[in-house]
């Protein structure tokens, strides 16, 4: 073999080497960073009348790990978890105030708000029923959150957050984990900012790079 | 001295169009941008406001219907006393007459608690649209370096508009672009 068909043969195994290792990510602080940034297309945000929406959908992988980062765990166990994230679709969504309205009313669960009364109710809404508010849509079906978890931060910070969690509910699961894109839809009777989607593409959801840093 | 004076005046000429023109371009840079929109086009033809109200339309058809289901309630018991009233005992009738009153007051309670909720999600679904309407035209006016953008109403606020200033049709169409 010539130098020069080992050099191209070496120069084909670096690139190829190159471009797994893009798939992978080697710490958590580094995933949660690519999941966050928006070139990636898995965490949009709107801002409407000062308020601003953001929604990170958290792939299965991520929760698995999430749920086994503190123990050491096998692969078996890692792939099993795994499959049972994969069987639903999992959302952060995050309410805050942008910057110019901050100085006005720093914590979003004060904003408009004008009674005790009111911010009760939409405490109750963002804790029991925004179930009634969030759904996410597919070509042929709309899902509602089949759990939903509100985090009160007790003004330690001026966001909320809540997780949602989407299953296939006894429709076809096919559906809501094969179609092309599927849209988040929040129709914002809390905050008045009106119906907001948020769209996001199976191919991008399919690519999140594989994680390489689980606790062996 | 002649050739002195001569460059003076050149001096002076150049240096007065000089100032002229930074004038003209400062009085310029100062004066503000100002735009209009056909404010009933927007609600009329913006996706989100359409959405908006097909959403409450369909709860309101909801809400007829449970007043519809109170209503033949009531009327159907009502009815059954007016024509049975000769064969029914009197304890019958004093039971079938507290119960229609209880109808009744059901029916009353219902509707003015749905009036009240129905007003309530209508003022938020269409101040919902209103606001991302506001928050883009915020934006677009930022992007476009537009100072004032003046809204029109039916009671005629602004009575004539020059073509050139109308951006009514450019928001409308970069709106629904970002509504889904």
């Known amino acids: 073999m010539s130098m020069f068909r080992i050099y191209q043969i070496s120069v084909l195994m670096a690139i190829f080497c190159y471009s797994c290792k893009q798939n992978t990510i080697s710490s958590e602080q580094d995933y949660y960073k690519w999941i966050g940034d928006k070139s ?80 009760n109710q939409r405490f109750e809404d963002l804790t029991f029923n925004i179930g009634n508010y969030l759904q996410l849509k ?61 769209s996001f593409d199976k191919s991008e959801i399919d690519n999140t790079p594989h994680i390489n840093f689980w606790k062996r | 001295m002649m050739k002195i004076s001569k460059n003076l005046l050149q001096i002076v000429l150049v240096g007065g169009i000089l100032v002229c023109f930074a004038f003209s371009f400062w009085t310029y840079l100062r004066t503000p941008k100002i735009a209009f929109v056909r404010s009933s086009v927007i609600i009329e033809n913006y996706q989100g406001m359409k959405e908006a109200k097909t959403t409450f339309d369909q709860k309101s058809k909801e809400w007829t219907k449970n007043i519809d289901t109170l209503g033949a309630r009531y009327t159907r018991l009502n009815n059954y006393l007016i024509n049975n009233k000769g064969s029914l005992s009197k304890l019958e009738i004093k039971k079938l007459e507290n119960e229609i009153s209880q109808k009744a007051s059901d029916y009353k309670s219902y509707t003015t608690e749905i009036d009240k909720i ?63």
């Open chain 1, 40 to 119: 990636n297309h898995l965490t949009l945000s709107k801002t409407i009348a000062g308020v601003k929406i953001t929604v990170k959908f958290l792939p299965p992988e991520y929760l698995a790990y999430n749920e086994l980062k503190n123990r050491i765990s096998t692969k078996i166990i890692r792939d099993s978890l795994t499959k049972v994230y994969k069987r639903s679709r999992t959302f952060l969504v995050s309410f805050s105030l942008d910057d110019k309205t901050n100085k006005e009313a720093p914590d979003i669960m004060y904003r408009d708000i004008s009674s005790l009364e009111d911010y």
């Open chain 1, 138 to 198: 597919t070509a042929n079906n709309i899902y509602v959150p089949v759990l939903h978890t509100f985090e009160n931060t007790y003004g330690i910070t001026p966001n909320r957050s809540i997780y949602l969690v989407f299953s296939s509910n006894g429709t076809s699961q096919d559906d809501l984990l094969l179609s092309s894109k599927i849209e988040l839809v929040f129709n914002d009777l809390i905050f008045s900012t009106g119906i907001s989607y948020f």
């Open chain 2, 118 to 180: 129905a007003k309530d999600e209508n003022d938020k679904l269409t101040q919902g649209a209103f606001n991302q309407i506001n928050s883009f035209i915020e934006r677009y006016s930022k992007e476009h370096n537009i100072d004032i953008v003046i809204g029109t109403t039916l009671s005629g606020s602004v009575l004539y508009g020059a073509d050139k200033i109308d951006i009514t049709d450019k928001v409308l169409e970069g709106l629904n672009k970002s509504y889904r």
